[in-house]
């Protein structure tokens, strides 16, 4: 096909170009207009294509070059707030994978581990560019920042405060990435800190950059520990427990911390309780992953934990989540060598649909704090 724009004249009686159009126009996307939003199609078949595969053909395709927009996450946002994903017909495949998330333990020991091969595992080049000094691949904290660095770090000092760390304390850091916050907190607030981690990429950058610091960094799954510890953290690790898992994470960290301690759980969730599995992000980004909810992670916790703390900056993730994109762009011409256009165009559209929904406010995030009653209460900041 030519890189130019189908004509849409050609086109008109075509019934998937009717009933795509129609729906475009209630989220006030013109095809082939002249906004940023908008949408310039490339593929005759772009339609038929998306109307029956639903989420996964809209990011094939844009993959595949069938369709481009100056600002997916404009695209994105107006997509989501006018509810446009609701009434795409649901394709046998995508009705298959929740099917598949209800019945089977898509996080189970030995799936657990795909996500670390498949994704942080792509590779230190990228992420090492596109991601803060500390190498944070969550949401920063923007109230103060105006930069990405001041935002992770604020993220970083946050969490410690309100995890109230002290001298000589144990910290446990499950799922500790790239070991930003194992160093931060050993450096900054003099405590022993064990992270893990199932990227085996993860853990070599982790070590390295914990080198000489009180830290130590396991490849293992969160299941197998069994220690004695000061205060749990657990960030941007929950998404890939999945819901059959709940229990018995919880389970686990109830083990793991002592009668007085603290666990603080940063964790992206959704609006609604159900086994929130987009097909696209699932093939490509995070296999087996699923948003919990409200309600999740109140039901799992109320037998082991005091709720002490509910905080949601999910709009802090829109504008994290656009600053990766630009160093992601700026960095590419660094790390081409490594990849290939058809990953640029799957990373980019992943990074703008996550931030359209953020700002669509069609999932969250949330920092929640957790003890065991504590005396007097807790003083949490925010």
């Not at 030995?110 to 090492?128: C, M, P, Q, T």
Request: glycine share 8%; with cysteine.
């Amino acid at each position: 096909m030519s890189s130019s724009c189908i004509e849409v004249a050609n086109i008109r009686d075509n019934e998937w170009y009717r009933i795509a159009n129609e729906m475009l126009e209630h989220a006030g996307i013109k095809i082939n207009g002249s906004a940023p939003f908008d949408i310039q199609v490339r593929h005759p078949n772009f339609f038929k294509r998306v109307l029956q595969e639903g989420s996964l053909g809209l990011g094939e395709s844009y993959m595949d070059g069938w369709w481009e927009c100056e600002r997916l996450d404009m695209f994105f946002t107006r997509v989501l707030r006018a509810g446009l994903e609701k009434k795409l017909p649901r394709h046998f495949r995508d009705t298959l994978r929740i099917l598949t998330a209800r019945l089977m333990n898509l996080q189970s020991r030995k799936r657990a581990w795909i996500v670390g091969k498949e994704h942080y595992d792509l590779g230190n080049d990228l992420f090492s560019r596109m991601l803060d000094p500390y190498m944070q691949y969550s949401c920063g904290y923007w109230k103060d920042a105006d930069n990405l660095a001041d935002a992770q770090q604020a993220k970083l000092k946050m969490i410690c405060e309100k995890l109230q760390l002290a001298p000589g304390m144990k910290l446990l850091d499950i799922g500790c990435g790239w070991g930003g916050l194992a160093q931060y907190a050993a450096r900054h607030y003099d405590v022993c800190v064990h992270g893990v981690t199932i990227s085996a990429e993860q853990q070599a950058l982790a070590q390295s950059r914990c080198s000489g610091l009180d830290v130590t960094i396991l490849l293992q799954d969160y299941r197998d520990l069994n220690a004695q510890y000061d205060r749990i953290v657990s960030v941007g690790m929950f998404e890939h427990v999945g819901p059959k898992n709940y229990q018995t994470y919880f389970s686990v960290v109830a083990r793991n911390l002592k009668p007085d301690g603290l666990f603080l759980l940063h964790t992206i969730g959704s609006n609604k309780t159900s086994n929130n599995v987009d097909p696209w992000i699932d093939k490509y980004i995070f296999p087996n992953g699923c948003l919990p909810s409200v309600k999740h992670i109140a039901g799992v916790s109320e037998k082991h934990f005091v709720m002490e703390d509910w905080h949601n900056f999910g709009t802090d993730y829109d504008t994290t989540l656009m600053a990766w994109h630009q160093r992601f762009l700026q960095a590419w011409p660094e790390i081409a060598g490594n990849y290939n256009e058809r990953f640029k165009r799957m990373f980019s559209y992943y990074l703008n649909a996550c931030a359209g929904a953020f700002r669509a406010r069609d999932i969250q995030l949330w920092q929640v704090v957790f003890s065991r009653g504590v005396e007097n209460g807790l003083r949490v900041p925010h």
